[in-house]
C-alpha cells in the first residue's frame, strides 16, 4: 500500500502539515439561491428514506455555503497498546474557507506522540504559504510539494456536500432524528458500506494514495458510528462525529489496528470575514524560484 502523505508524512518531517491541509479541486458555488423544499416532517427515529431525503437537502444547502468557519479535531491510535511502533496523534484545526474562488486560512495544532507542533498555512489559488510560530516566519512551498498536499485533503473539510454524500452512502442503516430546530442523522454498523467510508477517510488521515476500492478491502470494520446534525429549517451542515475501530493492511500481511474519531463543526454560512494574505507571506521567497 502507498504511503506519500498525510500524517505518516507529517510524523517524518515536523514541517510538514498534519491531514487535510487544503484543497484546490473544489465545485464552483452557485450563487442561485436554492427553491424551497418541504422537509420531512417526522419526529423521533425514521426510516433511511426520510434520512435520506434531511441528507439530500444538507447536500443542497451546502454547496450554497460560499464562505463559511469551520473547526475539525481527530484522535487516532495507531497500532497495538504495548507493542513498538504504536503511535497517538490529536489534531485540532480551525479555519476559514472561501470557496469561489477557493481561499483557505487555517491553523493546525498537533501533538504527536507528545510532541506538539504548530502551522497556519492560507491557500490562494495563486500560492500556497505556510507559518511556522517556532520560527516566527513565513515560507512558500513549491507548486509540486503544494499540489501533493492538496492531494490529502478531506471532503469533510472544505467540500461538506461531498462529506454529506459520503454519510448518505452509507444508505439502510441510517436514521433520522427532527427535534425543533436540529436534525440528527445517525450510523452504527460494520458492514461493506462501512469499509468503503472509511476507506475514503483513511486516505486522507494516513495519505495512502491507493484508489479507495483498493484501500476498502484491505480494512477490516469492528465498529463504526457516525453522527451528523444540521438545521432542520435552513439545512446547513452544522456538526459530525465520527467514531472507528479497524483494522487495515498497511504492508502486506500485516494487520495494523486503528481506533479513530474525526470530529468537526461547520458556522457563519456566508458570514466569515474575508481571507487575507499577510504582507510578510506575500514576501516569501518562492522555492520554484531560487537559483534560476
Same mark, same amino acid.
Given at each position: 500500500?502507498?504511503?506519500?502523505?498525510?500524517? /505518516?508524512?507529517?510524523?517524518?518531517?515536523?514541517?510538514?502539515?498534519?491531514?487535510?491541509?487544503?484543497?484546490? $479541486?473544489?465545485a464552483?458555488?452557485?450563487?442561485?439561491?436554492?427553491?424551497?423544499?418541504?422537509?420531512?416532517?417526522?419526529?423521533?427515529?425514521?426510516?433511511?428514506? $426520510?434520512?435520506?431525503?434531511?441528507? *439530500?437537502?444538507?447536500?443542497n444547502?451546502?454547496?450554497?455555503?460560499?464562505? /463559511?468557519?469551520?473547526?475539525?479535531?481527530?484522535?487516532?491510535?495507531?497500532?497495538?497498546?504495548?507493542?513498538?511502533?504504536?503511535?497517538?496523534?490529536?489534531? =485540532?484545526?480551525?479555519?476559514?474557507?472561501?470557496?469561489?474562488?477557493?481561499?483557505?486560512?487555517?491553523?493546525?495544532?498537533?501533538?504527536?506522540?507528545?510532541?506538539?507542533?504548530?502551522?497556519?498555512?492560507?491557500?490562494?489559488?495563486?500560492?500556497y504559504?505556510?507559518y511556522?510560530?517556532?520560527?516566527?516566519?513565513?515560507?512558500?512551498?513549491?507548486?509540486?510539494?503544494?499540489?501533493?498536499?492538496?492531494?490529502?485533503?478531506?471532503?469533510?473539510?472544505v467540500?461538506?456536500?461531498?462529506?454529506?454524500?459520503? *454519510?448518505q452512502?452509507?444508505?439502510r442503516?441510517?436514521?433520522?432524528?427532527? #427535534?425543533?430546530?436540529?436534525?440528527t442523522?445517525r450510523? =452504527?454498523g460494520?458492514?461493506?458500506?462501512?469499509?468503503? /467510508?472509511?476507506?475514503?477517510?483513511?486516505r486522507?488521515?494516513?495519505?495512502?494514495?491507493?484508489?479507495?476500492? =483498493?484501500?476498502?478491502?484491505?480494512?477490516? *470494520?469492528?465498529?463504526?458510528?457516525?453522527? /451528523?446534525?444540521m438545521?432542520?429549517?435552513?439545512?446547513w451542515? $452544522?456538526?459530525y462525529?465520527?467514531?472507528? =475501530?479497524l483494522?487495515?493492511?498497511? #504492508?502486506?500481511g500485516?494487520?495494523?489496528?486503528?481506533?479513530?474519531?474525526?470530529?468537526?463543526?461547520?458556522s457563519?454560512?456566508?458570514?466569515?470575514?474575508?481571507?487575507?494574505?499577510p504582507?510578510?507571506a506575500?514576501n516569501?521567497p518562492d522555492?520554484?524560484? *531560487?537559483?534560476?
Amino acid at each position: 500500500m502507498r504511503l506519500k502523505s498525510g500524517l /505518516f508524512r507529517y510524523r517524518r518531517a515536523r514541517v510538514g502539515l498534519a491531514w487535510l491541509l487544503v484543497a484546490i $479541486l473544489v465545485a464552483a458555488c452557485s450563487t442561485k439561491q436554492p427553491e424551497a423544499s418541504p422537509s420531512p416532517s417526522a419526529t423521533g427515529t425514521v426510516n433511511e428514506s $426520510l434520512a435520506e431525503d434531511w441528507l *439530500i437537502m444538507a447536500q443542497n444547502a451546502a454547496r450554497e455555503m460560499g464562505k /463559511f468557519a469551520f473547526e475539525l479535531q481527530m484522535n487516532q491510535k495507531l497500532g497495538e497498546e504495548g507493542k513498538e511502533g504504536r503511535s497517538d496523534v490529536r489534531v =485540532d484545526m480551525q479555519g476559514r474557507v472561501e470557496r469561489n474562488p477557493l481561499k483557505l486560512d487555517q491553523t493546525i495544532r498537533s501533538v504527536i506522540d507528545k510532541e506538539q507542533s504548530t502551522v497556519r498555512s492560507i491557500v490562494t489559488p495563486e500560492a500556497y504559504y505556510m507559518y511556522l510560530p517556532e520560527y516566527e516566519e513565513w515560507s512558500k512551498l513549491s507548486k509540486a510539494s503544494a499540489a501533493e498536499n492538496v492531494a490529502t485533503l478531506s471532503d469533510f473539510q472544505v467540500r461538506p456536500e461531498l462529506a454529506v454524500q459520503r *454519510i448518505q452512502q452509507l444508505g439502510r442503516s441510517l436514521t433520522a432524528e427532527s #427535534n425543533g430546530s436540529l436534525v440528527t442523522v445517525r450510523y =452504527d454498523g460494520n458492514g461493506p458500506e462501512a469499509s468503503a /467510508f472509511a476507506a475514503g477517510l483513511l486516505r486522507s488521515t494516513l495519505g495512502i494514495t491507493d484508489p479507495e476500492a =483498493d484501500v476498502a478491502e484491505r480494512v477490516k *470494520i469492528g465498529k463504526m458510528s457516525v453522527i /451528523f446534525t444540521m438545521d432542520a429549517e435552513k439545512h446547513w451542515p $452544522l456538526s459530525y462525529r465520527i467514531e472507528t =475501530d479497524l483494522k487495515i493492511e498497511l #504492508n502486506k500481511g500485516e494487520q495494523t489496528p486503528i481506533s479513530q474519531t474525526v470530529a468537526g463543526t461547520y458556522s457563519k454560512p456566508n458570514a466569515t470575514a474575508s481571507i487575507v494574505v499577510p504582507k510578510e507571506a506575500l514576501n516569501a521567497p518562492d522555492p520554484d524560484e *531560487i537559483g534560476q
